[in-house]
């Protein structure tokens, strides 16, 4: 779809898009919707936006040039890869359930990390 040239691209869940993805200029997005999120980090362009896809798009990422790559998930390092590989990112079929003992307010969660007040 687009090619990125930036120090690295992050993949993200809606539930990661309020950490590194949040970081590096991407969008929060609710964990109740489900999506994809492609994130550059430091972009070289001017095409420099988080994309936010639906998850029933795989997404491939194909190392270009002629320097290797460095793969982290979740903070740690996996692999490296090098010019021509390709790593294909699709949600699992498996999903998580959670536990919760209190009602759940995601906007009022949100607002109180972020330190955001009532206007």
Do not use: W
């Amino acid at each position: 779809f687009t090619h990125y040239t930036a120090d690295g691209l992050i993949v993200a869940t809606p539930t990661g898009s309020t950490a590194y993805s949040l970081s590096a200029r991407g969008p929060i997005v609710s964990p109740r919707h489900r999506a994809i999120l492609l994130t550059p980090v430091s972009p070289h362009m001017l095409f420099d936006r988080t994309l936010v896809l639906d998850p029933s798009e795989v997404v491939e990422i194909e190392v270009s040039g002629h320097r290797s790559v460095d793969v982290a998930i979740d903070g740690r390092a996996v692999g490296e890869l090098h010019e021509g590989d390709v790593v294909r990112c699709e949600p699992s079929q498996s999903t998580a359930n959670f536990v919760r003992f209190a009602a759940y307010r995601y906007h009022q969660i949100l607002k109180a990390k972020f330190g955001l007040a009532d206007r």
